[in-house]
């Protein structure tokens, strides 16, 4: 049976980045708490439009995280279309957020968005070489 390094750092991957990690994800005084390991498709962070004050964040904080070294976790915000809307930025070690003015830019009101979280290698030539399915972590409903 022949191993080839793919095969390897899918496998890597998989059992990586398979325990059960925390994630909250709060806004304008809301929050969600969820486990990756289960499905959320059913938890929804319903957020206000109107009354966000111009320095409000979305935050994403992580518990229980153990990821390799030089591999980097991400969370997108895809639309309906399943298209990647926006980006949370790591402000500080298992803490991203974008600013809600930001991104309200960038959605509409009555929609709903996808918030996923995929953790990849680093390195761009490793990265192209691992599929690493995405995580739900909830819906955005945009009021």
Known sequence: MKITLLSLLITLGACSFSQQMHITISAQHKAISVVTDEDNSDKVLSLEKSTTP???????????????????????????????????????????????????????????YSLYTIVLPEDPQKAMEVRVARQMVCKIKIN
């Open 54 to 112: 111009s320095d409000a964040y979305l935050i994403a904080n992580l518990t229980h995280e153990e990821k390799q070294k030089d591999w980097k976790r991400n969370f997108i915000i895809y639309n309906k279309e399943d298209s990647e809307i926006s980006r949370l930025a790591l402000i500080k070690e298992n803490t991203y957020s974008i600013l809600l003015k930001d991104l309200f830019l960038q959605l509409q009101n009555g929609q709903e």
